[in-house]
């Protein structure tokens, strides 16, 4: 059996501040009419009217979709795709969170490769050309899909969210830039960096993982935990935004090549079904997976528990996992989270779609490289834990 481990990165990462300043040359360097992939509140802080005129300076023409408004979906891939045959562009560049990212992604592989991007889930089409190049830019501290070869679509017909992983689709640039996170909102500071510290803890106790995965998992656990509650706190706090840029990237070239778990695959459903954000639905979901979770992991686990706290000295890795756990869910009372309930997801509604999203979870994959892999059934019982999850309890905590 081959054993051999993969890493695969961006050709190129440009990270600290002030980093977006070089995207004229980037963009110069690969092609000379950019369709910039974003969204209206971009828009509206003058970022895509500033990354127009870096281009600009360096003599790359542009054209902007920002179309973008929620999770990303065929529809914007196809509406974007037009706009990028009919002018002629040969470069992507996406400006935004994790939607815009994934969005340009699958434009950038189908301009090159043709098709419906539903046709490369499963492998079932290979992307055999170089996608067009793509410059990804990220403006919250969350995703890591900038360093990803992974992107995920809802298909608008049947409501599922379709996560395809292929290496055509890590982007050829990532620009990481703190600046840009500054002006993302409380709730989404608070929500993409649990997203982050998700990708972070899934890379680590995933059955894939190893030993370049292992580093960057750890690094960015440390990064975001000792960061993300003072970027919440204090959007303005730039060394907080920085740790935390640094970590999401670090935790998404840790997922990447490690690949996600059993909060990701349960995420997927929710957000198809009831359009809850990505970042908010692993949030919701993670220190009730990590309950479930905890007996088949507990040494990773005890690793974060001396993360959360350096200086306790505890009896042994049992303890330190438990601690984690705790911890974990202490952060998403700090922070704020909500349950699915109080999220405003109809319970009768969310038990109907119980099934279908156990089922859809399964066949994603990303359960399977669980430390403990649930039945459908185990699947559905957990579903129905975390609608009404307290993790906003005290007494969990």
């Not at 979709?65 to 990028?84: F, K, R």
């Not at 990532?174 to 409380?186: C, G």
């Not at 060394?239 to 695959?265: I, K, T, Y």
């Amino acid at each position: 059996m081959d054993t051999t481990s993969t890493f695969r990165t961006p050709q190129t990462i440009l990270y600290r501040k002030n980093a977006f300043k070089r995207v004229g040359k980037e963009s110069a360097s690969r092609g000379k009419k950019a369709l910039i992939i974003s969204d209206k509140i971009m828009d509206q802080l003058g970022n895509v009217k500033q990354c127009r005129e870096y281009l600009q300076d360096e003599g790359v023409e542009s054209l902007v979709y920002i179309g973008v408004e929620s999770e990303p979906t065929d529809q914007y891939v196809d509406e974007a795709l037009v706009i990028l045959q009919n002018e002629q562009c040969d470069l992507v560049i996406s400006l935004g969170g994790g939607s815009c990212i994934d969005t340009a992604k699958a434009i950038a592989v189908i301009a090159a490769n043709g098709g419906y991007i539903g046709d490369y889930m499963g492998g079932r089409k290979m992307a055999v050309k170089p996608a067009i190049p793509h410059i990804a830019i990220p403006t919250t501290g969350g995703t890591g899909s900038e360093a990803t070869d992974v992107t995920v679509i809802t298909n608008t017909e049947n409501n599922v969210k379709m996560m395809i992983k292929q290496p055509a689709f890590m982007p050829t640039v990532a620009i990481v830039d703190p600046i840009l996170t500054l002006s993302s909102p409380k709730k989404i500071t608070a929500a993409t960096g649990v997203d982050a510290l998700s990708h972070a803890i899934e890379a680590y106790i995933s059955k894939l993982s190893h030993p370049l995965t292992d580093i960057l998992a750890l690094s960015a656990m440390n990064l975001i935990v000792n960061h993300l509650e003072d970027a919440y706190n204090d959007g303005s706090n730039i060394e907080a935004r920085e740790a935390m840029s640094l970590g999401s990237l670090q935790a998404g070239m840790a997922f990447s090549n490690a690949s996600v778990c059993l909060v990701h695959g349960m995420s997927r459903p929710i957000g198809a079904m009831f359009h809850v954000p990505h970042g908010y639905s692993n949030a919701m979901l993670l220190p009730a997976v990590l309950e479930f979770s905890k007996e088949a992991c507990i040494d990773r686990l005890a690793d974060l528990g001396r993360i959360f706290d350096p200086h306790k000295d505890f009896i042994s890795n049992s303890e330190a996992a438990d601690a984690a756990v705790k911890s974990v869910k202490k952060l998403c009372l700090n922070l704020n989270i909500p349950n699915l309930k109080n999220w405003g997801i109809d319970e009768e509604a969310f038990n109907i779609a119980i099934n279908k999203m156990a089922h859809d979870a399964l066949n994603s994959g990303s359960p399977a490289n669980n430390p403990r892999v649930p039945s459908e059934k185990e699947l559905q019982e957990l579903y129905f834990i975390c609608y009404d999850y307290q993790f906003l309890s005290t007494q969990n905590v």
